[in-house]
């Protein structure tokens, strides 16, 4: 079965300042990862996603996030926090070979101060 | 340019009583997906239209039917809710359809919060 976990339920920065929220997942095959975001009063939408190219995932708003198979993490940074950074964000796996059902992570609550 | 409306945003129903969540999309996307979120049970599909004039079951469809009413809108009733349907219910949309999502982008709407007493 598969699994995500988000580590951390709330991450604070500052402004201008790097972003890391963690995710680590738990398969029996090298997974297709995805990271989310959601802004408040809005839908979710998709921010990057690893499907067995390049560990290295470029996603949008100067995110990216790097899979690594040795310590089953698939952690998202950013070199510079900004105000509108501010959102939930959901490391996501599919749940299953078939492809049918998404499992998603708690979610991190980014905080940007000033 | 909206994206994935979804209305309403919360609702509150009584054993018994039915309703329908409506979905909208503005992209011209052919393919489009109801799942349900729990907590601890990640986000499950519901039930899906691959394209206009078509829809199928998802994992789980019990106690849901869907109309795909044109290729911009995805409407999920329940007819007789039940305390076991309170979730946070997600419509979806994508330029080509992909169950596991895996190989396409799909754009969510912000969800729908109901709650069955």
């Known amino acids: 079965a598969q699994s995500v976990t988000q580590l951390d339920s709330h991450v604070s920065v500052s402004e201008g300042t790097p972003v890391l929220l963690r995710c680590n997942y738990s398969?029996?095959?090298?997974?297709?990862l995805f990271w989310y975001v959601q802004h408040p009063n809005k839908g979710l939408q998709l921010l990057l996603k690893?499907?067995?190219?390049?560990?290295l995932v470029k996603g949008i708003n100067g995110f990216e996030a790097e899979f690594k198979k040795s310590e089953t993490s698939f952690h998202l940074t950013k070199p510079s926090a900004h105000m509108s950074d501010a959102a939930e964000y959901f490391c996501v796996v599919p749940t299953n070979n078939a492809g049918n059902m998404l499992t998603f992570g708690g979610g991190t609550r980014l905080m940007v101060k000033p | 340019n909206a994206g994935v409306t979804q209305t309403p945003k919360f609702q509150v129903l009584k054993t018994g009583q039915s309703m329908t969540l409506q979905c909208a999309q503005d992209m011209n996307h052919n393919s489009m997906y109801w799942y349900r979120q729990d907590p601890g049970m990640g986000l499950r599909l519901i039930y899906y239209?691959?394209?206009?004039?078509?829809?199928d079951k998802g994992e789980v469809p019990n106690g849901y039917n869907v109309s795909r009413l044109n290729k911009r809108e995805f409407s999920l009733r329940l007819e007789s809710a039940a305390p076991s349907q309170t979730s946070v219910y997600f419509c979806a949309s994508s330029e080509k359809f992909d169950r596991g999502l895996r190989n396409t982008e799909a754009f969510f709407g912000q969800g729908t919060r109901l709650t069955v007493v």
């Open positions: 239209s691959a394209s206009e004039g078509t829809t």
């Open positions: 690893y499907t067995s190219a390049a560990t």
């Open positions: 398969s029996s095959y090298s997974p297709s």
